[in-house]
């Protein structure tokens, strides 16, 4: 199902103060400089209850500021069942995610739910930098998985 006529991504991870506000904002961001905005309605969501309602974890911000992408008011939000049948894909960020979400959605009949560095040539998990520290890690792979998933989206 379309959202409001546009392909619709949900990005999801543990809190959504990290990893889903980066991956949110930079595919907002690849797919504006492909000039396919208009295309695309895209989001993202925590598994937990813990940050809603929190912005962008400092660290991210900073991190998306250095390649000049700005997250100014997003607030962390919960994943609800209504989001699996909202959104076109719904995609996680570790193996935790992909259960949580699942679960959350009451499984996944249509396919809808992957990992993002599965759309890579290195499938496998976005560490998460709440707990490693490593942003730049987590940027690398939040772009090169962008990149990857919007590649497989419009070709």
Known sequence: MMYKGKFSI?????GNICRGPMAEFVMKHLVDEAGRSDEFAIASAA???????????PPARRKLAEHGISCEGKT?????????????????????NIRNMRR??????EGKIHQLLDFTE???????PWYTGNFDATWRDVL???QCLLNKITS
């Open 10 to 14: 949900l990005f999801v991870c543990h």
């Open 47 to 57: 598994t937990s209850t813990e940050e809603i309602g929190n912005p962008v974890y």
């Open 76 to 96: 962390a939000r919960q994943m609800t069942r209504a989001d699996y049948d909202r959104f076109d894909l719904l995609v996680g960020m570790d193996e935790a």
């Open 104 to 109: 959350i959605s009451g499984g996944d009949p």
């Open 122 to 128: 290195r499938p496998g998990e976005v560490a998460d």
């Open 144 to 146: 090169e998985g962008c």
